[in-house]
């Protein structure tokens, strides 16, 4: 199209460095653009779902991985490792001596993007801003009574509910530490009316004060973000100059640029155009086991179904569900499927286990269990699902699988296409008749947030009463202190929920991430942020 | 004239408010709540978060009184937060208003640069083998399916041959010229940036046809037929009697006529162009006011439907404003 | 054409039947063919069980996105459905869509625009403040705000469609009827004391009824277009019916698997050209202008 030089042509170029680099980079010579790219990591992601890069008002899937990138928690999760925290800004933790909170050592001589260094007020001041800001974060730490200052490197976190986790909450990207100073000067406050007073919501979306490896230097809304290094960060000298987070929407657009080395990764392919890679030599594809997963919840409400407040009924729904079909063909094998709402990789959840007690499909037993409910020549229920797609497979095709799937034992499945809006508003009150097909991805990655879920809010969602010892167990495994105790708690729940047959796991997707090979590491997550920035390495120094 | 055009412009903004009105009321018919398909699992569950977030919109008070708080918001030139995207409804339509501009624009121009020759080839040489294939294009142009015609040409430009770009306004990787107007051709150019002004035209060639072609049918089969009417007039009767040539004829006397049709015509295609490119833009991945349209429609986001329909509305009656004001100074028989 | 033909019958006679039938082509060929595409895609429609050995619902997803083989004549699509049995079927819901549209919002805008221009005054202004009032949303914003109102399927995108299909024909059948009320028969009967209901449906509708069929053909392919188009943003159909539009979205990301989308969207295009190919001719045919050739 235009001089193409090196890696990349000139415009692109410029257009990297942004009006100011351009400048300069007219007149150098071709090595030096190449360089310059090289030094760029560009990723190729829809980032549409991005509406706030504000830490303490995060909620949205892809605006995490900015976030670390640019923040640091008192404590982190290592790609892989799931159950055990490892050190960040803190290196050192305990229970407080009287036991009612975590009491964290803080790391020596880490700086801000900004040159200064992080005390301990600022740490204290970045979780009350979350507290009192009241935005979806501070649900998550809910339990959390107070935060207090010990000394000028401690720091104690204090509970109501002293049992209840905290760790593996706290890892993720709502709980990290910000420049007190710099956010305050730019709107930012902690104070109790932090709700009404807080300003910041424009600054911090295009900057960061934050001790991460890198640095947000701009947002533009549907078109990329822009991170340069930070040149204080702690944990040694970050291996880009800049990253730049391109919005391309286009599952095919990402295709023909990964192979273009436009971006150096591409994270929205349908198994069709990941089947398309497999023979391109200069692109891998990176599995991500993610923890999330999309499930069928379905009612016991007398009222809205007689059939499916029988639980043999709802169980040979589960008996006639063709789990391998989803798995393997729609899915091309890139998913795992969890027994409940565990996925794998955490406490309690293998493959092994799901194998042992999760549903498999067996129409004989379904029938088997028709009959037992009453309902030998099967029944009729609604299935609703909005207008979506997890890893290219659509919530409609799904519903059209276990349409044809529960037919075969003689079950009538209506299916019901709806909006995001109403979906949600069914579901999350309790209106939803029959089953409904949706998407389950936790804030953070503890059990006792999916466990309780199970048996609280979700439970009422179904009209399921959960009995007191299944109850009882989510808050025993969760506070269970010896690991192994701990695992068979969690797999005994698992073995209760279902029987219950309220929830079908459908599967857990491995989103593949088509990585150039002038990448070395990229260090995928499935903690919640995707990808650790501060991990990716050029290929070859 | 002036009075008329007040009185027509003040009639345009009535109705354009009644249309806001009619789709609030539409809009709040629907029973979900908008705020639960924004929040997270948690939030949603928690009924004071719920009744705290539905505060921050306004949807908890009684319509009336939301649809006169729209009013008193769009006096002072407000159009309110847009609950998914969270900022001004105006600013996101700042945003993506450009682009379907843009992209509508050039269709139009490209539908009539093609079609008001055809016609006028079509009507001048009736019934020869050009008038047939002007039927026949026409025709086609009409019948195709936008989003099938849009998909055939992507799958075989962008996917087959691989001689056109792909979705996008521009590639995936460049980024935009510096906006001044947010139209990427005019921005692009005013920067020196030919090499963007290149690659946007590129982009803007597989979608302006096919939003042009149902458009370029109907323009065609307009002009010829109104042409093939003024032909009939006695004034050319009487220029032919005359022995003046045809060609002159032709463009001196039947096209002038002829195109005041043409002008009403293409100003309600123009406006359809600028409000109806949903389809389009779904499959180019196009960042207009089309998807955003249909985001915010399905999301349930109540201040972005009103100000989308209240501009679309405005945009429209404004054409035909125009097309009225263009036809009186067409046909002076007109004037009232 | 016909006076000269009557003057010269021999001319006729000799003509060879080469010629005969180029002429007969060049004036009903494209309406004949139009006719014929409908003709055979309504045979299709309602023989479809007996041309395809398999069922428009049937899942396989072992046997996904095949291409075009003798076992699947249009290949498979993601769910390993055969896409030319969902393309017969499909036959179904468009036309039948397409026509309850058109016939149903002609009928009801006819009403509305004859009562109108009867009525005269204020209601007269009403009615047509009202029409300015519809048209002055894009149809496909206000189907798709009523859809999602309504609730998705069928029925309820009809009755969507509906709702901003009746003023084009009011508008139409108002200045058709003003037209023939200014006629001296129409005045003649007045004066006899008929009343209007018999003027109007006895006289004056006979008399305009023919621009009123023309948009009526031209406007089903229309109606066709906009269902599919409302199905293709998930609008439509309630899976898993057969639709022209939805097969198209459901293949629109696999531009290597193009024979999901490409077929249905050509069965769309067929369809309405067929419609557009008649209603241009019936416009022929009736247009006195153009009769003269």
Known sequence: ?????????????????????????????????????????????????????????????????????????????????????????????????????????????????????????????????????????????????????????????????????????????????????????????????????????AWINSNSCGTGAYRIAAWERNQQIQLVRNEHYWGGKPPFERIVIRHISDGAAQLLAVRRGDIDAAFNLIPEQIAALKTEPNVRLAPLASLDFVYMALTQEPEFNKALAVKEARQAIGYAIDYDGIVKSMLGGAALRPAHYLPIGVSGSTEEIARQIGFKQDLAKAKELLAKAGFPNGFEFEIIYGNAAVQGVTYQDLGLKIQSDVARVGIKANLRPVDQVNLRTEYTTGKAKGGVLTFWNPPAVENQLWAAAVVQRVAKRVHWDPPENIVKLVSQAATETDAKKQHDLWVEWQKLVVDQANHFVLFQPVYQIAVRNTIKDFPLTAAGWMLDLHGVTPAGG | MPRYILSRLALAFVMALLATLVIFLLANTVPGDPVLAQLGDLAASNKEFVAEWRAKWGLDLPL????????????????????????????????????????????????????????????????????????????????????????????????????????????????????????????????????????????????????????????????????????????????????????????????????????????????????????TETIFSWPGLGRYTFRSAVSLDFPAIMGITLIVAVVYLIINLLIDISYALLDPRVVR | MSVADATVPSAREIAPVASKTRRWLRRYGLPALGAAVIVAWIIVAIAAPLLSPYSPATVDVTARLRPPSSLHWLGTDVLGRDVFTRLIYGARISLTTGIVVVLVGAIIGTLIGGIAAFARGRVEELIMRLTDLVLCFPPIILAMAIAAALGIGTTNTIIAMLVVWWPKFARLARSLVLVQRSQEYVEAAVVMGLSPARILLRHVMPNSIGPLIVLVTLDVGNAIITFAGLSFLGLGVIPPTPEWGSMVSEGRELIEQWWVAAFPGFAILTVVLGFNFLGDGIRDWLDPRSRRR
Do not use: C
């Open chain 1, 1 to 201: 199209m235009t001089d193409r030089l090196g890696w990349i042509d000139r415009r692109r170029l410029v257009q990297l460095l942004g009006a100011g680099g351009g400048a300069i980079a007219a007149g150098l010579p071709a090595q030096v653009f190449a360089q310059a790219r090289k030094n760029t990591l560009v990723l190729g992601i829809d980032i549409s779902d991005t509406i706030t890069l504000d830490p303490a008002r995060l909620a949205q899937y892809t605006s995490p991985m900015t976030v670390s990138a640019a923040y640091d928690s008192l404590v982190t999760m290592k790609p892989g490792e799931y159950i055990n925290v490892a050190p960040s800004l803190a290196t050192k933790w305990a229970r407080t001596p009287d036991g009612k909170g975590w009491r964290f050592t803080l790391r020596d001589g880490v700086k801000f993007s900004t040159g200064n260094v992080m005390t301990v007020e600022d740490v204290k001041w970045s979780f009350d801003r979350v507290i009192n800001l009241g935005d979806q974060p501070s649900q998550y730490i809910a339990h959390v009574d107070r935060v207090e200052i010990v000394d000028k490197s401690t720091i104690d976190i204090i509970l109501k509910q002293p049992a209840e986790p905290l760790l593996t909450i706290i890892a993720a990207p709502e709980f990290v530490v910000l420049e007190r100073k710099v956010a305050e000067a730019n709107g930012a406050t902690a104070a109790k009316d932090a709700k009404t007073a807080d300003k910041a919501a």
């Open chain 2, 64 to 279: 009336w009184q939301r649809y006169v708080i729209f009013l008193q918001r769009l006096f002072q030139g407000d159009l309110g937060i847009s609950i998914s995207s969270q900022r001004p409804v105006l600013q996101d339509i700042r945003d993506f208003a450009p682009a379907t501009l843009e992209l509508a624009s050039i269709a139009f121009l490209l539908a009539l640069a093609v079609g008001i020759p055809l016609g006028i080839m079509a009507a001048v040489r009736r019934d020869s083998w050009i008038d047939h294939l002007a039927r026949l294009i026409s025709l086609i142009g009409v019948s195709s399916p936008t989003f099938w015609l849009a998909f055939i040409m992507l799958a075989f430009f962008y996917g087959g041959l691989q001689i056109a770009p792909g979705p996008g306004r521009i590639d995936a990787i460049a980024l935009p010229p510096p906006s001044v107007t947010g139209l990427y051709l005019i921005d692009s150019a005013l920067a020196g940036d030919w090499a963007t002004f290149h690659d946007a035209a590129a982009h803007l060639i597989l979608p302006s046809i096919v939003l042009a072609a149902a458009t370029l049918g109907l323009i065609t089969r307009t002009t010829r037929a109104s042409m093939l009417e003024s032909m009939q007039q006695d004034y050319v009767r009487v220029a032919r009697a005359k022995g003046i040539r045809e060609r002159r004829i032709v463009i001196g006397h039947i096209l002038p006529n002829a195109l005041i049709p043409v002008v009403t015509l293409g100003g309600l295609a123009y406006a359809n162009l600028l409000t109806g490119a949903v389809l």
